[in-house]
Protein backbone atom coordinates (compact mmCIF):
# COMPACT_ATOMS: atom_id res chain seq x y z
CA UNK A 1 0.00 0.00 0.00
CA UNK A 2 1.26 2.92 -0.98
CA UNK A 3 1.53 6.39 1.53
CA UNK A 4 2.92 9.27 1.27
CA UNK A 5 2.42 11.43 4.40
CA UNK A 6 3.14 15.25 4.57
CA UNK A 7 4.13 16.91 7.78
CA UNK A 8 6.23 20.31 8.15
CA UNK A 9 3.15 23.33 7.43
CA UNK A 10 2.46 26.41 10.12
CA UNK A 11 1.56 29.52 10.33
CA UNK A 12 4.54 32.39 9.67
CA UNK A 13 4.29 35.43 8.71
CA UNK A 14 5.46 37.13 5.61
CA UNK A 15 9.10 36.40 5.06
CA UNK A 16 9.81 33.86 7.21
CA UNK A 17 10.55 29.98 6.54
CA UNK A 18 9.41 26.74 6.48
CA UNK A 19 10.35 22.99 5.15
CA UNK A 20 7.62 20.82 4.21
CA UNK A 21 8.56 17.19 4.16
CA UNK A 22 6.71 13.69 2.48
CA UNK A 23 7.50 10.61 4.17
CA UNK A 24 6.99 8.13 0.98
CA UNK A 25 5.91 3.99 1.64
CA UNK A 26 5.33 1.14 -0.40
CA UNK A 27 7.22 3.03 -3.45
CA UNK A 28 11.22 3.82 -3.40
CA UNK A 29 10.69 7.53 -4.09
CA UNK A 30 13.78 7.47 -6.19
CA UNK A 31 12.19 5.83 -8.77
CA UNK A 32 9.32 8.01 -9.33
CA UNK A 33 8.27 11.70 -10.47
CA UNK A 34 7.95 13.50 -7.38
CA UNK A 35 6.23 16.60 -6.95
CA UNK A 36 5.00 19.53 -4.58
CA UNK A 37 1.39 20.77 -5.37
CA UNK A 38 -0.66 23.68 -3.68
CA UNK A 39 -4.32 24.90 -3.40
CA UNK A 40 -5.17 28.11 -2.50
CA UNK A 41 -8.94 28.97 -1.05
CA UNK A 42 -11.35 29.35 -4.32
CA UNK A 43 -8.52 28.38 -6.35
CA UNK A 44 -7.37 25.51 -8.79
CA UNK A 45 -4.24 23.14 -7.82
CA UNK A 46 -1.42 24.16 -8.64
CA UNK A 47 2.33 23.01 -9.31
CA UNK A 48 5.03 24.33 -6.91
CA UNK A 49 8.00 22.18 -8.01
CA UNK A 50 8.96 18.39 -9.57
CA UNK A 51 11.90 16.67 -9.11
CA UNK A 52 12.51 13.51 -11.42
CA UNK A 53 14.52 10.17 -11.17
CA UNK A 54 17.43 12.26 -12.17
CA UNK A 55 16.80 15.04 -9.70
CA UNK A 56 16.47 17.21 -11.93
CA UNK A 57 13.94 19.88 -11.21
CA UNK A 58 11.47 22.41 -12.43
CA UNK A 59 9.75 25.26 -10.56
CA UNK A 60 6.83 27.12 -10.43
CA UNK A 61 7.46 30.89 -11.68
CA UNK A 62 6.17 32.22 -9.04
CA UNK A 63 8.30 30.23 -6.88
CA UNK A 64 11.88 30.18 -8.13
CA UNK A 65 14.39 31.78 -5.68
CA UNK A 66 12.14 31.28 -3.31
CA UNK A 67 11.59 27.21 -3.00
CA UNK A 68 13.98 24.41 -3.12
CA UNK A 69 12.62 20.55 -3.62
CA UNK A 70 14.82 17.53 -2.68
CA UNK A 71 14.86 14.18 -1.83
CA UNK A 72 16.77 12.18 0.56
CA UNK A 73 16.94 8.79 -1.00
CA UNK A 74 17.74 7.10 1.99
CA UNK A 75 14.86 8.27 4.22
CA UNK A 76 12.32 8.02 1.04
CA UNK A 77 11.59 11.20 2.04
CA UNK A 78 10.57 14.29 -0.08
CA UNK A 79 11.19 17.87 0.89
CA UNK A 80 10.29 21.54 0.15
CA UNK A 81 12.23 24.08 1.86
CA UNK A 82 9.84 27.30 1.33
CA UNK A 83 11.97 30.83 2.29
CA UNK A 84 10.88 34.10 2.03
CA UNK A 85 6.83 33.18 2.33
CA UNK A 86 4.38 35.78 0.81
CA UNK A 87 0.92 35.73 1.84
CA UNK A 88 -0.01 34.78 -1.72
CA UNK A 89 1.87 30.62 -0.58
CA UNK A 90 -0.83 30.34 1.95
CA UNK A 91 -2.76 26.94 0.86
CA UNK A 92 -3.32 23.38 1.50
CA UNK A 93 0.39 21.83 0.04
CA UNK A 94 0.37 18.39 -1.38
CA UNK A 95 2.99 16.01 -1.99
CA UNK A 96 2.42 13.10 -5.24
CA UNK A 97 4.33 10.84 -7.01
CA UNK A 98 3.86 9.16 -10.39
CA UNK A 99 5.89 6.43 -12.46
CA UNK A 100 6.56 8.75 -15.27
CA UNK A 101 9.58 9.24 -16.66
CA UNK A 102 11.80 12.88 -17.15
CA UNK A 103 10.29 14.67 -19.79
CA UNK A 104 6.56 13.60 -19.12
CA UNK A 105 7.44 14.14 -15.38
CA UNK A 106 7.97 17.83 -16.44
CA UNK A 107 5.03 18.05 -18.39
CA UNK A 108 2.53 16.34 -16.48
CA UNK A 109 -0.70 17.40 -14.83
CA UNK A 110 -1.38 17.31 -11.22
CA UNK A 111 -4.51 15.25 -12.67
CA UNK A 112 -2.03 12.30 -14.07
CA UNK A 113 -0.47 11.86 -10.65
CA UNK A 114 -0.82 8.38 -9.40
CA UNK A 115 -0.28 8.93 -5.51
CA UNK A 116 -1.19 11.96 -3.28
CA UNK A 117 -0.59 12.77 0.31
CA UNK A 118 -3.51 13.89 2.36
CA UNK A 119 -1.67 17.75 2.39
CA UNK A 120 -0.36 20.06 4.89
CA UNK A 121 -1.67 23.58 5.47
CA UNK A 122 0.47 26.87 5.13
CA UNK A 123 -0.47 30.00 6.17
CA UNK A 124 1.04 32.82 5.89
CA UNK A 125 0.32 36.13 7.16
CA UNK A 126 1.66 39.67 6.12
Known amino acids: QVQLVESGGGSMQSGGSLRLSCAAS????????MGWFRQGPGKEREQVAVIDRNADTKYADSVKGRFTISRDNIKNTLYLQMNTLKPEDTALYYC????????????????????WGQGTQVTVSS
Open 96 to 115: AADPAYSNACFSRQYKQYLY
Open 26 to 33: GITSIDYC
